[in-house]
């Protein structure tokens, strides 16, 4: 066999080879892209059931008399009325053949705890109504509304036979009615589900970052200014360089135990603020920042900065008017991607407190917080079945934030990269 036989065998061999090797690598981009929708179909029809909730219809008479107030009543007793009375008398009105304490207990049960708080702030703006009947939308317990999106009625087992009977008939009277959970985004959590929303996690996450922002992104530039233009060559460059690059693979959890001891044992700062978990989450997004502007400092054409002291520009002034414009998108793709990073984060949040039960919308950096990756954790591990696509919905919001986020860096990337 002569070499240009060897040779041809060799090659054969060789772009079969090459072929399996592209056929492992779709199969590989296949079987990802599969289990990717699979978790995305997932998430999001457990999401949608979210998106809507439902409303019950009732006549209520605004009874001076079980509300404990006279007319005209001031707002102070308004406030203190008995609303509760109100709302089992108007449902029994409906179903005037229940006469056992227990039964009407269950037929109250299925208007949300939150439904006489509407009532009272309907009465408050309208003191008017005060003696008259007036038709309502309240809202459906989750036990109710969870009923009602359930394909299979039978899988509702926290809504006995009665109470199964009395959800259909008012739906049959045309009682019942479905529309946009605009409590999902406008509300703060809540221990009922049908009450409770991102709001609050929302705000919390926003202050949080925007700490994040105003302390990464400066830090993060300048260290990668001085490390790569003005710093000396010698063994403490190196180590703290070593060092940056290591803190980038550090566990999460590791600088929450370290916010924990330094800015809250340590300086006394206020548990659950997004001031804490801002500091918390800078010095994990610091080396992300500073490896990445280093990284589009260095991809600066060395001709760029020799021109510009060519001509008798100085150090500083090359660095800060012609290297560090063509490197900005660069650093803003890294800034935005470290950012991305430290919305989804969740251990070191939970180190500092940003786990507790957080009601209240947060109005500043020293208000108590959680952040959306921890209220997702929250939702997740309550046992009520309504909270399931509550979570649901939370994470997908999540996504969509983060997803947002990955493609403004791409785009800002794409705009103003140069090649050169």
């Not at 054969?12 to 592209?22: C, G």
């Amino acid at each position: 066999m002569n070499n240009t036989e060897l040779i041809r065998k060799s090659l054969a061999k060789r772009y079969r080879r090459e072929k399996r090797f592209r056929a492992y690598g779709v199969m590989a981009i296949l079987v990802g892209f599969v289990f990717l929708v699979m978790l995305l179909t997932d998430i999001v029809s457990k999401a949608i059931p979210a998106f809507t909730q439902h409303w019950i219809r009732l006549e209520v008479y605004f009874d001076p008399d079980a509300l404990g107030v006279e007319i005209p009543a001031y707002d102070a007793a308004l406030r203190n009325g008995n609303y509760n009375l109100l709302l089992k008398k108007s449902m029994q009105s409906m179903f005037p053949e229940l006469k056992k304490r227990r039964d009407k207990r269950k037929l109250t049960a299925l208007i949300s705890s939150g439904a006489e708080y509407q009532l009272r702030n309907l009465l408050l703006a309208e003191p008017y109504l005060l003696g008259q009947t007036q038709t309502v939308w309240l809202l459906a317990d989750d036990d109710l509304d969870t009923y009602y999106k359930a394909a299979d009625k039978t899988s509702a087992v926290r809504l006995s036979e009665k109470q199964r009977a009395w959800a259909d008939k008012l739906m049959a009277d045309g009682r019942v009615e479905s529309r946009f959970n605009t409590i999902l985004l406008t509300s703060g959590d809540s221990r009922e589900p049908e009450q409770a929303g991102i709001r609050g996690a929302v705000a919390g996450s926003f202050y949080t970052l925007l700490i994040t922002l105003l302390l990464s992104f400066p830090l993060g530039v300048a260290t990668a200014i001085y490390l790569e233009e003005f710093a000396p060559r010698n063994r403490w460059v190196d180590l703290i360089e070593v060092n940056i690059n290591n803190l980038a693979a550090v566990p999460s959890i590791v600088f929450g135990l370290l916010g924990l001891a330094v800015f809250i044992n340590y300086f006394g700062l206020p548990r659950s603020a997004p001031l804490v978990g801002g500091l918390v989450l800078t010095l994990m997004t610091l080396p992300t920042i500073i490896i990445a502007s280093r990284s589009a400092i260095k991809a600066v054409p060395p001709s760029i900065s020799q021109a510009a002291l060519g001509i008798g520009a100085s150090r500083t002034q090359t660095v800060f008017q012609h290297v560090l414009p063509l490197a900005m998108p660069g650093i803003l793709t890294g800034t935005i991607i470290g950012l991305a990073q430290a919305l989804g984060e969740t251990a070191p949040l939970l180190m500092i407190g940003m786990v507790a039960f957080i009601v209240d919308i947060p109005q500043g950096f020293l208000d108590s917080a959680t952040v959306l990756p921890v209220q997702i954790y929250l939702w997740a591990d309550s046992p009520e079945r309504a909270f399931v696509a509550k979570t649901s919905a939370a994470m997908l919001i999540l996504l969509l934030f983060l997803v947002a986020m990955n493609g403004l860096a791409v785009l800002l990337r794409k705009k103003f990269e140069r090649r050169w």
